[in-house]
C-alpha cells in the first residue's frame, strides 16, 4: 500500500458515492413500486443510501486535507503512521455500518441508524485525525489562510457534536423527551455546519489552487465567512428544531446567518469566476467547471431556503418531500459539486491528466446529465412537496390518495434520479481509474 493516504479516502469516498446513489436511486423505486427489491426494503435501502452519501463527503473533505497539507501548505504531516490507521478504521467501521443494515441490525439514530458501539472506532479515528492535524499546522508560522481555520473548526467541531448526539444514551436525557429532542437536533444541526466547514475550506483552497491568487484566502469576505459559519454552526441549528418550541426570532435570525453564508461563499466563487476568464481558463477544465456548478446550486438552494423561511409557505411544507429537496439539493449541488472539483484538482496534479481525451468528453457529457438530472430531480421533490402539503393542510383526503395524486411527480423524481446515477458513473469511473492506477 504505498498510495498516499489521501488518495485513498478519495477512492473510498468515490466508490461510497456511487454505492450510496444506487441505493438512493432504489429507495426512490420503492416509493412507486413499494414491493420493489424486497430483498432490501425501505427501512434498509434509505440508512444505506444516506449513510453511504455522508460517508462521501467526509471521506472526500478528509482524504483532500491529508493530500494538500504536505503538498501544497509547505508542512510535513505530524505523522504519516496515524493517517493509515484513521483509514483502517475508517474502512472497517464502514463495512460493519454496511453489514449491520443489511441485517436489519440498527440501534442508532437519524443519520447514524448504525448500533451504537460502531460510533467509538468513529470517534477514535477523528480523534487522531485531529491531533495529527493540529500538531502539523501548528508549525506554521504565517497567518493561517481561512482555509486552515475552517478545516480546523470543522473537525473540531464534529468530535464535539457527534458526541452530542450519542447524549441520548445517557438515562439523564433519554428519559425527557424535550431535554433528547433539543440535544439531538442540536447535535444534527451542529454537524451539518461542521462538514460544511470541512467542504467550503476545501472550496477556498481548491480556487486559491486553481486560480493561483493567494489574496482570496487571506481576505476579510474569506474570514466574514468563516466568522458566520461559525456563528451559524453553533447556533444555526435553531431552524432545524421544529418541533422543539423555540421563540421565533432566534429560528429567523438562525435562518439569516445561514443564507447570508452561503450568499458571500456564492460572491466568492463569482469573483473567482472572473479571475479565471482573466486568466483565459475556460470551463473546459474540469475542477474549474464543477465549482461553478455549485455557485449556480447555491443560489438555487438559497431561493428555496428563501421561500420556505416565508411562515405561510412554511407551514404547508414542513416535513414534506421540500425538506429532503432543501438536503439533497445542498448536498449534491453544493457538497458533492465542490468536492469533486476538488478530487479532479487532485487527478490533474498527481497524473499531469487534463483530461483532453476520450474520458475527458465522457466526463464533460456526465456533468450536464448530473446536473440536468439533478435540476428534474430537485424539480419534482419541491412540487411533491407542495402538492402533499396542500392535500394534507386542505384534509380532504387520506394518506393513500395523497400519495396517489403525487405519484407522477415521484415517478419523474425516480426517473430523474437513475439520470443522476447515469451522468455520475461517467463523473466518477474515469475519475477512478486514473486514482487507482497512479503510483
Ligand atoms: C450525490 C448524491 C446524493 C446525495 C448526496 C443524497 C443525499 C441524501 C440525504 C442527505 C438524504 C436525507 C434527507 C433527509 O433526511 O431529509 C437523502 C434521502 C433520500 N435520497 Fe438521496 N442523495 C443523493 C442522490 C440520490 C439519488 C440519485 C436518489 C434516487 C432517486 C436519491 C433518493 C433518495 C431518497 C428516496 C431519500 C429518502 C427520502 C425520504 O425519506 O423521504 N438520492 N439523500
Not at 228 to 246: C, D, Q
Not at 299 to 310: H, K, Q, R, T, W
Request: net charge positive; proline share 4%.
Amino acid at each position: 500500500m504505498n498510495k498516499s493516504t489521501g488518495i485513498l479516502f478519495i477512492i473510498t469516498g468515490l466508490l461510497a458515492l456511487l454505492l450510496g446513489i444506487f441505493f438512493g436511486t432504489i429507495s426512490g423505486l420503492q416509493f412507486i413500486f413499494p414491493g420493489f427489491f424486497e430483498v432490501l426494503p425501505f427501512f434498509k435501502s434509505r440508512p444505506l443510501h444516506v449513510s453511504l452519501v455522508v460517508a462521501w463527503i467526509f471521506s472526500a473533505a478528509v482524504g483532500g486535507i491529508y493530500y494538500y497539507l504536505p503538498n501544497h501548505c509547505n508542512l510535513t504531516l505530524y505523522s504519516k503512521r496515524l493517517p493509515r490507521i484513521h483509514f483502517a478504521l475508517f474502512i472497517i467501521t464502514g463495512l460493519l455500518i454496511i453489514a449491520s443494515y443489511i441485517m436489519g441490525k440498527f440501534g442508532g439514530r437519524e443519520y447514524w441508524e448504525f448500533p451504537p458501539l460502531l460510533a467509538i472506532p468513529i470517534i477514535i479515528g477523528w480523534i487522531l485525525f485531529g491531533f495529527n492535524y493540529f500538531k502539523t499546522v501548528v508549525k506554521k508560522k504565517e497567518p493561517w489562510p481561512v482555509y486552515l481555520w475552517m478545516w480546523a473548526t470543522g473537525i473540531f467541531f464534529f468530535l464535539f457534536t457527534f458526541s452530542e448526539s450519542y447524549l441520548w444514551l445517557l438515562p439523564y436525557f433519554r428519559d425527557n423527551v424535550v431535554r433528547e429532542l433539543t440535544v439531538q437536533w442540536k447535535s444534527y444541526g451542529a454537524l451539518v455546519g461542521s462538514w460544511n466547514m470541512l467542504v467550503y475550506g476545501t472550496a477556498i483552497f481548491v480556487m486559491e489552487k486553481l486560480s493561483g491568487d493567494t489574496k482570496v484566502a487571506l481576505s476579510r469576505l474569506s474570514f466574514l465567512m468563516y466568522l458566520l459559519g461559525l456563528t451559524n454552526l453553533m447556533f444555526g441549528w435553531a431552524h432545524h428544531i421544529y418541533i422543539v418550541p423555540s421563540a421565533p426570532w432566534i429560528r429567523h435570525f438562525a435562518y439569516f446567518i445561514s443564507m447570508t453564508e452561503l450568499l458571500i461563499l456564492a460572491k466568492i466563487i463569482w469573483s473567482f469566476k472572473s479571475t479565471m476568464q482573466q486568466a483565459k481558463i475556460n470551463f473546459g477544465n474540469i475542477p474549474y467547471r464543477f465549482m461553478i456548478a455549485a455557485d449556480v446550486w447555491i443560489f438555487i438552494n438559497l431561493i428555496l431556503a428563501l421561500l420556505i423561511s416565508i411562515p405561510a409557505v412554511n407551514i404547508y411544507t414542513h416535513g414534506t418531500h421540500i425538506t429532503v429537496a432543501h438536503a439533497m439539493g445542498s448536498t449534491i449541488g453544493i457538497n458533492t459539486m465542490i468536492l469533486l472539483s476538488s478530487c479532479f484538482l487532485i487527478i490533474q496534479q498527481v497524473s499531469d491528466q487534463n483530461f483532453n481525451d476520450k474520458s475527458g468528453k465522457l466526463i464533460r457529457w456526465g456533468f450536464w446529465i448530473v446536473n440536468i438530472g439533478l435540476l428534474i430531480f430537485f424539480i419534482s421533490l419541491v412540487v411533491a412537496g407542495i402538492a402533499k402539503g396542500y392535500y394534507t393542510a386542505e384534509n380532504k383526503l387520506s394518506f393513500q390518495e395523497i400519495m396517489q395524486k403525487i405519484a407522477p411527480v415521484l415517478a419523474i423524481f425516480v426517473f430523474a434520479g437513475i439520470g443522476i446515477l447515469v451522468g455520475m458513473l461517467m463523473v466518477v469511473l474515469p475519475a477512478l481509474r486514473k486514482l487507482i492506477t497512479i503510483k
